[in-house]
């Protein structure tokens, strides 16, 4: 059948089964818009552009599909460079439909052109300008094919406005044929025999659990490898939820702002298992020290992350979900009651850690954040989706929330972007209409984006919003209060909106709490009233997070409060 350029998109998005969009449209994407219209896919219309491709992104984050967002072209996909870079970063798969000017216009300075296939290609897997109708089916296929397989990614595909309204033969259902892009899924069978061999004589064996195992939806492979093994996990930030927080052998959060016992075990460990893991600086500290006494496992879908910053004794290149079941399998033959009495001793040590080094705090005359956090986890049991923008409030939601299940921890890890709460919970929000998503915020962070207040009340999205209000620009305040002798050079946000005002001038609801007999009131009170809520906590200003890890040094080496 012969389509124009806009419906051959309709149907491919039907076809990949796309039911949400988050889109703001221009010039460029009109055709687009119109027809979109005319499905019964839903168009979330956001007042950035930015949070369009956020909000995809938590979508993605949630369900494990491929999320998508329409953007028009110029100022419109420029906006949308930072969330584009904010999912590359956390291998998130995204398909970014951009509007470009006409094909002929193309080079010519033309109203609303910009360039930004070249813009976006070092932070997309891959991206596309279509030039012809003819190729337009074949490219969507491939975008999500790409998207979606291997390790995960954003995918921009530009389509100019003459080829949104060219005509061709439409032929549904394409199979995708890439030649030079095969991903390894299934791991080489002779490594993992050793891998196994390596947990059999370990003493002090070690997890390091990443995005990747939630990725691959690898959980319930790796909780039965821990616990039939006796191996304590610990989780990078991206990694939290894919071994359950509340586990005696969960070490929680490795890293800069990782938990003693973690950082500890990490440096007296004999063997270190990675697994889906970037190994960035924030976990690492100084490489020349981590994990020296250890033969280390790398197990990747992405070859070229092996040996990249870490230098690896066994890399295992292939999908997670494939390898952990191998591995159980080797391991259901062997006689592990030997096994695991060895790793008495190492656990009998990481407990004592445990109790000894606690994540801490005094709560007296000000609200202390962390207190927030934790009465936040205490009434809802666990069972919300959390997102959160970056700074000490990521900090501290990852440390005093506990995560039992995968996909409840929406955050930005590698790129680190402020403004990404809000629209992320928003397109949580989306997949999951029945859950309660709230956004654990900062009073610097929730600015980037709080335009989309307006979006949560449009389309009556209940997402709840909780600052921690402390008047300061906080991670970075702590850096100047520490290594810069409280030199707090353009950190001090006193001047701020009135966040109860505000929530109310978008035709959301307003709270606040400034005592700490307050707090849970106030937060049971915004998690039961219905619709978003914003809710304003006046914590304690100078607050810092604890245990930090000073740049360039080992992880081992930590600041405790």
Same mark, same amino acid.
């Given at each position: 059948?012969?389509?124009?350029?806009?419906?051959? $998109?309709?149907?491919?998005?039907?076809? =990949?089964?796309?039911?949400?969009?988050?889109?703001?449209?221009?010039?460029?994407?009109? @055709?687009?818009?119109?027809?979109?219209?005319?499905?019964?896919?839903?168009? %979330?219309?956001?007042?950035?552009?930015?949070?369009?491709?956020?909000?995809?992104?938590?979508?993605?984050?949630?369900?494990?599909?491929?999320?998508?967002?329409?953007?028009? &072209?110029?100022?419109?996909?420029?906006?949308?460079?930072?969330?584009?870079?904010?999912?590359?970063? @956390?291998?998130?798969?995204?398909?970014?439909?951009?509007?470009?000017?006409?094909?002929?216009?193309?080079?010519?300075?033309?109203?609303? =052109?910009?360039?930004?296939?070249?813009?976006?290609?070092?932070?997309?897997?891959?991206? %596309?300008?279509?030039?012809?109708?003819?190729?337009?089916?074949?490219?969507?296929?491939?975008?999500?094919?790409?998207?979606?397989?291997?390790?995960?990614?954003? *995918?921009?595909?530009?389509?100019?406005? @003459?080829?949104?309204?060219?005509?061709?033969?439409?032929?549904?259902?394409?199979?995708?044929?890439?030649?030079?892009?095969?991903?390894?899924?299934?791991?080489?069978?002779?490594?993992?025999?050793?891998?196994?061999?390596?947990?059999?004589?370990?003493?002090?064996?070690?997890?390091?659990?990443?995005?990747?195992?939630?990725? #691959?939806?690898?959980?319930?492979?790796?909780?039965?490898?821990?616990?039939?093994?006796?191996?304590?996990?610990?989780? &990078? $930030?991206? +990694?939290?939820?894919?071994?359950?927080?509340?586990?005696?052998? #969960?070490?929680?959060?490795?890293?800069?702002?990782?938990?003693?016992?973690?950082?500890?075990?990490?440096?007296?460990?004999?063997?270190?298992?990675?697994?889906?893991?970037?190994?960035?600086?924030? *976990?690492?500290?100084?490489?020349?020290?981590?994990?020296?006494?250890?033969?280390?496992?790398?197990?990747?879908?992405?070859?070229?992350?092996?040996?990249?910053?870490?230098? *690896? &004794?066994?890399?295992?290149?292939? @999908?997670?979900?494939?390898?952990?079941?191998?591995?159980?399998?080797?391991?259901?033959?062997?006689?592990?009651?030997?096994?695991?009495?060895?790793?008495? !001793?190492?656990?009998?040590?990481?407990?004592?850690?445990?109790?000894?080094?606690?994540?801490?705090?005094?709560?007296?005359?000000?609200?202390? !954040?962390?207190?927030?956090?934790?009465?936040?986890? =205490?009434?809802?049991?666990?069972?919300?989706?959390?997102?959160?923008?970056?700074?000490?409030?990521?900090?501290?939601?990852?440390?005093?929330?506990?995560?039992?299940?995968?996909?409840?921890?929406?955050?930005?890890?590698?790129?680190?972007?402020? +403004?990404?709460?809000?629209?992320?919970?928003?397109?949580?929000?989306?997949?999951?209409?029945?859950?309660?998503?709230?956004?654990?915020?900062?009073?610097?962070?929730?600015?980037?984006?709080?335009? =989309?207040?307006?979006?949560?009340?449009?389309?009556?999205?209940?997402?709840?919003?909780?600052?921690?209000?402390?008047?300061?620009?906080?991670?970075?305040?702590?850096?100047?209060? $520490?290594? %810069?002798?409280?030199?707090?050079?353009?950190?001090?946000?006193?001047?701020?909106?009135?966040?109860?005002?505000?929530?109310?001038?978008?035709?959301?609801?307003?709270?606040?709490?400034?005592?700490?007999?307050?707090?849970?009131?106030?937060?049971?009170?915004?998690?039961?009233?219905?619709?978003?809520?914003?809710?304003?906590?006046?914590?304690?200003?100078?607050?810092?997070? %604890?245990?930090?890890?000073?740049?360039?040094? !080992?992880?081992?080496?930590?600041?405790?409060?």
């Amino acid at each position: 059948m012969k389509l124009i350029g806009a419906q051959i $998109l309709m149907e491919i998005l039907k076809e =990949e089964g796309v039911d949400s969009i988050f889109g703001f449209p221009g010039g460029a994407t009109i @055709d687009i818009h119109d027809h979109l219209e005319r499905t019964d896919i839903r168009h %979330y219309l956001v007042r950035h552009e930015q949070a369009a491709v956020h909000a995809a992104d938590g979508y993605a984050r949630v369900t494990g599909k491929v999320g998508v967002c329409l953007v028009t &072209s110029g100022p419109g996909a420029t906006n949308a460079v930072t969330g584009i870079a904010t999912a590359y970063m @956390d291998s998130i798969p995204l398909v970014i439909i951009s509007g470009q000017v006409p094909t002929h216009l193309i080079g010519n300075d033309a109203f609303q =052109e910009v360039d930004i296939v070249g813009i976006t290609r070092p932070c997309t897997k891959h991206n %596309y300008l279509v030039t012809s109708v003819a190729e337009l089916a074949r490219i969507l296929k491939e975008a999500f094919h790409i998207a979606r397989s291997g390790r995960p990614g954003p *995918v921009l595909v530009d389509i100019p406005k @003459d080829v949104q309204q060219a005509t061709a033969h439409f032929k549904p259902n394409q199979k995708v044929k890439l030649k030079s892009y095969n991903p390894t899924y299934k791991p080489n069978a002779k490594q993992l025999r050793k891998v196994v061999d390596l947990i059999k004589a370990a003493k002090r064996p070690l997890i390091f659990a990443g995005g990747g195992v939630i990725l #691959s939806k690898s959980a319930d492979e790796l909780t039965k490898l821990a616990r039939s093994a006796q191996i304590p996990v610990t989780m &990078s $930030l991206m +990694g939290l939820g894919a071994f359950p927080g509340s586990d005696p052998l #969960s070490l929680g959060m490795i890293g800069m702002h990782g938990t003693y016992r973690a950082n500890m075990s990490t440096g007296e460990c004999d063997l270190f298992i990675g697994i889906g893991v970037r190994f960035d600086d924030r *976990v690492t500290g100084k490489t020349d020290c981590f994990a020296a006494q250890a033969e280390i496992v790398h197990i990747d879908i992405d070859p070229t992350s092996i040996h990249k910053n870490v230098p *690896v &004794s066994i890399p295992v290149v292939g @999908d997670c979900k494939s390898s952990l079941e191998i591995i159980n399998q080797y391991l259901a033959e062997e006689d592990l009651g030997n096994l695991t009495a060895n790793r008495k !001793p190492w656990l009998e040590k990481i407990r004592q850690w445990k109790q000894d080094y606690k994540l801490a705090y005094v709560q007296k005359e000000a609200i202390k !954040p962390q207190y927030v956090v934790e009465k936040l986890y =205490e009434l809802t049991r666990g069972d919300a989706i959390i997102t959160t923008e970056v700074g000490q409030n990521q900090m501290w939601a990852a440390q005093f929330y506990h995560f039992d299940r995968p996909g409840y921890f929406v955050t930005s890890g590698g790129l680190g972007t402020m +403004g990404f709460g809000l629209p992320a919970a928003i397109g949580a929000q989306v997949a999951f209409p029945d859950a309660l998503v709230v956004d654990v915020a900062g009073d610097g962070s929730i600015q980037m984006n709080i335009q =989309e207040m307006a979006t949560a009340v449009q389309y009556k999205l209940p997402v709840k919003v909780v600052i921690l209000n402390n008047c300061y620009l906080g991670m970075v305040r702590q850096w100047q209060e $520490l290594f %810069y002798d409280k030199r707090y050079a353009c950190t001090c946000m006193d001047h701020a909106p009135d966040f109860v005002k505000l929530a109310e001038a978008f035709g959301a609801s307003g709270l606040r709490a400034t005592r700490p007999d307050e707090v849970k009131s106030v937060l049971r009170r915004g998690l039961e009233t219905p619709g978003p809520v914003i809710m304003d906590f006046r914590v304690a200003k100078e607050e810092c997070v %604890y245990p930090m890890v000073p740049a360039g040094a !080992p992880i081992t080496e930590m600041l405790l409060v």
